[in-house]
Nanobody, 125 residues
Framework: VQLQASGGGLVQAGGSLRLSCAAS????????MGWFRQGPGKEREFVAA????????YYQDSVKGRFAISRETAKNTAYLQMNSLKPEDTAVYYC???????????????????WGQGTQVTVSS
């Protein structure tokens, strides 16, 4: 499966952005989807994940209540709605696809078998 991330940009603190991740070339609906981010000089970190069915979602503590992950199976697309953005959210955001795994595994980059190219999110103070 190939993934294409989009929707990044420059936004002021407190603003919102919605990232999209379109899957093609495979059965994207059979994968769990995740979002990771990598800030300047930092390691790539888990942000959020959603199960194959969309029934279960998982978040990094720092984004709980501000970010929401969702998926639209008919369009083979996953989304990350980001609200109340903070300067520390500035990073390149990557979407990724994982075969179904135990919940705890979705926070690891090694669980994902396909990655999008990344989209830059910059939050100004």
């Amino acid at each position: 499966v190939q993934l294409q991330a989009s929707g990044g940009g420059l936004v002021q603190a407190g603003g919102s952005l919605r990232l999209s991740c379109a899957a093609s070339g495979g059965t994207g609906s059979t994968y769990a989807m995740g979002w990771f981010r990598q800030g300047p000089g930092k390691e790539r970190e888990f942000v959020a994940a959603i199960s194959v069915s969309g029934e279960f979602t998982y978040y990094q503590d720092s984004v709980k209540g501000r970010f929401a992950i969702s998926r639209e199976t008919a369009k083979n697309t996953a989304y990350l709605q980001m609200n109340s953005l903070k300067p520390e959210d500035t990073a390149v955001y990557y979407c990724a696809a994982s075969p179904p795994r135990p919940r705890s595994k979705y926070t690891y980059t090694s669980s994902y078998t396909a990655w999008g190219q990344g989209t830059q999110v910059t939050v100004s103070s």
